[in-house]
Structures are given as structure tokens and as C-alpha cells.
């Protein structure tokens, strides 16, 4: 089963989204700060399929921590979450990345599907 690196620095969010997708049969590592999803994906053996990150955290932005973890881990995908207007997000993101963007709240069935979708896009290349 895919491996997922989820980053976000609200415990409540993180524990509701760990549940939903280990739920689903995906393996969850689970960062708080950008610095840990970093030391993370620099220490997990195995493939990381896709991070899901927050847009908005403290440090570094969500994009820039995809580019970071990426640049080691070509083929990982990556799904952006936030709760902040579209506005603010569309300042962070580019074009491209905005087509794997969840406006927080979200149902999870909106999360699970998405995360599906782009690890079935993954398959498919």
C-alpha cells in the first residue's frame, strides 16, 4: 500500500485526516513543522507516494516544502490543503499546483478521492 507524508501544523486536523486515510489503507507519516516532514522524508526507506501539505505554516510554505522534499523524491506527489481564502493561496501556488489544492474544511471523502486520483495518475505513467 502507498505511503503518505502528511504536513500540518494543527493537531486536530492531522489526527482527523492520519485516521481517515489509514482508515482507507494508506500508510501515514505524520510531520507537525516542515523541518520534521523534511527529516522525515530524509529518513524513510521506502517510497513516499505523496505529502500532503498544509499551504500555510510557519518557516517555509507548503510549495517550498514540496519543492525541497521533492528535488530527492521525483515521483512523489503532492496534495495542498488550507484554510485560508483562495486569495492568500493563489499567492503561494502556482497555476499547476492549484488543480491539487482542498480548501479546508473539506469532507474526507474529498480528501480520499483526491488522494486516490493522483496516486491512480502515478499508476497510470
Do not use: C, W
Not at 499547476?96 to 505513467?125: G, H, T
Request: charge should be negative; hydrophobic fraction near 40%.
Amino acid at each position: 500500500m502507498e505511503t503518505i507524508l502528511l504536513v500540518d501544523d494543527d493537531e486536530s486536523v492531522r489526527a482527523v485526516l492520519r485516521e481517515s486515510l489509514e482508515q482507507q489503507g494508506y500508510t501515514v507519516l505524520v510531520a507537525r513543522v516542515n523541518s520534521e516532514a523534511l527529516l522525515m522524508a530524509r529518513r524513510h526507506e521506502g517510497p513516499i507516494h505523496l505529502m500532503v501539505a498544509d499551504v500555510m505554516m510557519p518557516g517555509i510554505n507548503g510549495r517550498e516544502l514540496a519543492s525541497m522534499v521533492t528535488s530527492s523524491r521525483p515521483h512523489m506527489k503532492v496534495l495542498y490543503i488550507s484554510g485560508y481564502p483562495l486569495e492568500v493561496v493563489r499567492e503561494k501556488l502556482r497555476d499547476p499546483d492549484m488543480a491539487n489544492f482542498l480548501q479546508k474544511p473539506f469532507p474526507i471523502e474529498s480528501l480520499v478521492s483526491k488522494v486516490r486520483e493522483l496516486l491512480r495518475a502515478d499508476s497510470q505513467s
